[in-house]
T-cell receptor, first 109, second 116 residues
Framework: GQNIDQPTEMTATEGAIVQINCTYQ??????LFWYQQHAGEAPTFLSY??LDGLEEKGRFSSFLSRSKGYSYLLLKELQMKDSASYLC??????????WGAGTKLIIKP | GAVVSQHPSRVICKSGTSVKIECRSL??????MFWYRQFPKQSLMLMAT?????????EQGVEKDKFLINHASLTLSTLTVTSAHPEDSSFYIC????????????FGQGTRLTVV
């Protein structure tokens, strides 16, 4: 079966750094996405990785290791507005998006 | 990024009535549109995949006669929840991919359906 695992909830302090991990087992791999979703809103795109390595985009970075079936999303200089759920999703061999359950990130002052 | 417009954003309907949700790709042509449902504090659950001009493919456990999907053009897909019941109350989200094979999925704003 296809499976994506990420922690259910994490807590971090404003101004700090947090790393949200995602491991996956899917039938094929055509890329991994990270989305941010605030409560009651649709997800918004953060990043897409298809090659191994680190992609940096401002305060957010995403890392992928295909051999390990592993990715992480790194958030730096945390702000209160970063409190949200972060969804990991993998594009499988049929180009279907397989979603993780999401990680709820709580930022404390 | 590309824009996907979903309408309405919120709807309250009486039990037994039908509700139509529209999903439009505003600045690109979408061969494939996806309909998701999300219950509180849960992940997105794919309901069905629709391809322009053909019948939608429904995920296991999703009643195709209850959730009618029409993808009549490359810019519009509709989801109709027929004979709605309170348990159908949920957040419904559409997403679309463009013809160019861009793998990023663009999401609509979502529709909060409440059946009373």
């Amino acid at each position: 079966g296809q499976n994506i695992d990420q922690p259910t909830e994490m807590t971090a302090t404003e101004g700090a750094i947090v790393q949200i991990n995602c491991t996956y087992q899917t039938s094929g791999f055509n890329g991994l996405f990270w989305y941010q979703q605030h409560a009651g809103e649709a997800p918004t795109f953060l990043s897409y990785n298809v090659l191994d390595g680190l992609e940096e985009k401002g305060r957010f970075s995403s890392f992928l290791s295909r051999s390990k079936g592993y990715s992480y999303l790194l958030l730096k200089e945390l702000q209160m507005k970063d409190s949200a759920s972060y969804l990991c999703a993998v594009l499988d061999s049929n180009y279907q998006l397989i979603w993780g359950a999401g990680t709820k990130l709580i930022i404390k002052p | 990024g590309a824009v996907v417009s979903q309408h309405p954003s919120r709807v309250i309907c009486k039990s037994g009535t039908s509700v139509k949700i529209e999903c439009r790709s505003l600045d690109f042509q979408a061969t494939t549109m996806f309909w998701y449902r999300q219950f509180p504090k849960q992940s997105l659950m794919l309901m069905a995949t629709s391809n322009e001009g053909s019948k939608a493919t429904y995920e296991q456990g999703v009643e195709k006669d209850k959730f009618l999907i029409n993808h009549a053009s490359l810019t519009l897909s509709t989801l109709t929840v027929t004979s709605a019941h309170p348990e159908d109350s949920s957040f419904y989200i559409c997403s679309a991919r463009d013809l160019q094979g861009d793998t990023e999925a663009f999401f609509g704003q979502g529709t909060r359906l409440t059946v009373v």
